[in-house]
Nanobody, 115 residues
Framework: QVQLVESGGGLVQPGGSLRLSCAAS????????MGWYRQAPENERELVVS???????NYAASVKGRFTISRDNAKNTLYLQMNSLKPEDTAVYYC?????????WGQGTQVTVSS
């Protein structure tokens, strides 16, 4: 089993920054893909950015150049640095791990961008 716990969400003004963290525990395989998704009210969950175990990243066009994914393998922790935040970035952000054709999700953390 895998457990994912997100933290770091909150309220920030437009143009501000936040860093999300996702602590992973349990049985994590050598080959996997991790990522951040978000879901705004009345919208479907969408991919923000993903990173494979080999280090390949895939950013949504709407966040490219503003958000950066990174990881600390020693701590089994995934990060999302979000800069130049916009009101349209407001959503619940979820951490995801995909391995062996199974998806694992965290509980989500709220990010609100508002003045």
């Amino acid at each position: 089993q895998v457990q994912l716990v997100e933290s770091g969400g909150g309220l920030v003004q437009p143009g501000g920054s936040l860093r999300l963290s996702c602590a992973a525990s349990g049985s994590i395989f050598r080959i996997y893909r991790m990522g951040w998704y978000r879901q705004a009210p009345e919208n479907e969950r969408e991919l923000v950015v993903s990173i494979t175990s080999g280090g390949t990243t895939n950013y949504a066009a709407s966040v490219k150049g503003r958000f950066t994914i990174s990881r600390d393998n020693a701590k089994n922790t995934l990060y999302l640095q979000m800069n130049s935040l916009k009101p349209e970035d407001t959503a619940v952000y979820y951490c995801n791990l995909r391995q062996a054709m199974k998806d694992y999700w965290g509980q989500g953390t709220q990010v609100t961008v508002s003045s």
